[in-house]
């Protein structure tokens, strides 16, 4: 097909971009139509006409992503090359393959979008502040994905858009057309490769569109501290809209990171990617990206709420005629999701940067064996050996082949993601948290009085809001606090809105003193053997403030 036979749907010079993907492609046939920044209307229709999509009761895009439902974290490679082998932190997280396995993948993905009848572009930014912002670049050919990354991604203004130029980072998404396996270094149909050295991303085998959102995580979090000495946390963070107090969550999928920074009396920054610069915290995204299991307007309003036309909702049920959906219903997966603009919200603080350094460091775990307290304050020390082990139990959905609840270690609570040995990260987050004085707490909003086998109960999220309610308006620094044996946590004896009874785990444990004890010691078990492959570069401080058995 000529040149002269696609239609290139985009008033903000398409030519350029339409030759540089043609190009990129080789784009001589197939290819009839190609969408850039497409406004959600036009993506919503199209995206009617893709397999099992419809529009909820309340104008959101309903999309399935096909087998996967969650993230394949074995099949995520970076290519081993010159520019960055070096520096990246190679092992189970990061597995290399080589440039010739890149150019195979890269080709097998250009051989099935150029056959498409459309392809969207996604011309957007990762990083709200201007001076260190990336410019990204999507290629693909559902237009379920365009628009997720439409709302992930920091939509550009008509005369940024106009002036974009070549982008920084481009995202080749395939995913629906399956590697070859039996390619070098390949072990399965899929593959997540990144290519610092040709600053690319494919993707094959997987139409999870998680992988766009966090492969460009993986790239702020090798670009950010190599190139501009910035810290890249997985995290969200608000602001108090009073004090302009900043609060920055860590925590992995599940563990509240995204529900308890929608705050109605707080400005949201983000709730999941963020990066700590000497100028104060800015957020990577434009969008959010909420989990929907036994979502409720009663629970998590602002959420609920975000959830109309624009909005993606991921491998959810609805009922077929009204298309109303049930939030409740996992029989899909317990990984149902909803992507969305950060405007959405509407405590977002727009734009997304704050120009102050937090003041209170939250680590969130979610604990299925029922052993950490709701709350504890932490002292230096005891962040740093937090952060490197980054415990929660794994929550069902997130990942391929994860049922239940599972004990997990996941260093910088973002393991999946991290480009660098994660003592580069706790080192500049120990060093920024010394500079600008903030507090640090753990917080378990996972189970109490039990473990999840032994039929315990999570923490009421009002309870966990109280929490944090205390936390920010100064009180809880100001309480008495006891001893938690083992893992010597100091845990508050009363925190407002909350049962005392809740706050010590040794005291409400509802099978016995023994049993307690005995859960206690299998945990501390697991955090000490797990930090072993830290010991050599952690200091004799941070070791000591790990659990003592």
């Known amino acids: 097909m000529s040149p002269s036979k696609v239609k290139v749907t985009s008033s903000l010079d398409p030519a350029s971009v339409e030759s540089k993907i043609r190009e990129e492609l080789d784009l ?20 009617l006409n893709e397999s099992k999509t419809a529009i909820s009761s309340t104008g959101a895009l309903i999309a399935y992503s096909g087998e996967k439902t969650g993230r394949s974290p074995r099949d995520k490679r970076i290519v ?44 957007a930014f990762a990083g709200w502040d201007p001076k260190y912002r990336i410019k990204v670049r999507v290629v693909c050919a559902r ?84 190139h501009h000495n910035i810290l890249t946390l997985h995290s969200s963070a608000n602001q108090g809209i009073r004090d302009g107090d900043v609060t920055l969550f860590f925590g992995l999928s599940g563990t509240g990171k995204t529900t308890l920074s929608a705050d109605p009396h ?32 009663e629970k998590e309003p602002e959420i609920f709420n975000a959830i109309k036309f624009g909005s993606v909702l991921e491998n959810i049920v609805y009922d077929p005629i009204s298309r109303v959906v049930d939030y409740e219903d996992k029989s899909i997966t317990e990984n149902t999701r909803c992507a969305y603009p950060i405007e959405y919200i509407p405590s977002a603080k727009i734009p997304c ?83 600008h004085n903030a507090d640090a707490w753990l917080i378990n909003t996972g189970w109490t009085g039990a473990s999840y086998v032994s ?62 004890n005995s859960a206690v010691s299998n945990l501390a078990s697991l955090f000490v053997e797990n930090f072993h492959t830290y010991e050599d570069k952690a200091t004799p401080e941070v070791l000591s403030a790990g659990p003592q058995i």
């Open 455 to 516: 039929g315990g109960k999570r923490c009421p999220l009002k309870y966990t809001r109280a929490i944090l309610d205390s936390i920010h308006d100064g009180t809880l620094a100001q309480e008495q606090y006891e001893t938690l044996p083992v893992f010597n946590l100091q845990v508050p004896t009363h925190v407002c809105d909350v049962p005392s009874e809740l706050l010590n785990p040794m005291k409400n444990w509802s099978q016995g003193e023994a049993k307690y």
């Open 266 to 297: 707080r400005l949201l920054i983000g709730d999941d990617e963020h990066c700590w610069s000497d100028n104060g915290v800015f957020n990577i995204e434009g969008g959010c990206y909420a989990k929907c299991i036994d979502l409720s307007a």
């Open 143 to 226: 237009a379920y994905h365009a628009l997720f990354m439409t709302n992930m991604l920091i939509r550009p203004t008509k005369e940024e858009l106009e002036n974009f130029g070549e982008p920084d980072f481009t995202v080749w998404n395939a995913g629906q057309f399956p590697a070859n396996k039996n390619t070098e270094d390949m072990t399965s149909k899929t593959t997540v490769e990144i290519n610092f050295k040709a600053m690319e991303m494919i993707i094959l085998g997987t139409e999870y569109a998680g992988e766009m959102k966090k492969g460009i995580f993986t790239v702020m979090f090798y670009l950010m501290p190599v």
């Open 80 to 123: 081993e090359e010159s520019t960055s082998k070096d520096n990246i932190w190679w092992g189970p997280v990061n597995k290399p393959c080589s440039e010739k396995t890149w150019a195979i993948n890269r080709e097998r993905a250009a051989d099935y979008l150029r056959t498409r009848d459309h392809l969207y572009i996604v011309d």
């Open 353 to 435: 940067f704050a120009d102050a350094h937090p003041k209170n460091i939250i680590l969130l775990t979610c604990d299925a064996s029922g052993v950490l307290p709701p709350i504890s304050k932490l002292t230096p020390e005891q962040v740093m050996y937090h952060f490197i082990s980054g415990y929660t139990s794994k929550m069902a959905g997130t990942e391929q082949g994860v049922t239940e609840p599972e004990p997990t270690f996941s260093s910088c609570f973002g393991q999946p993601f991290l480009a660098l040995h994660p003592i580069k990260y706790a080192t500049m987050l120990a060093q920024k948290m010394s500079q």
């Open 28 to 47: 001589s046939t197939g290819v009839t139509t190609i969408r850039r920044n497409a406004p959600p209307a036009i993506l919503h229709e199209d995206a």
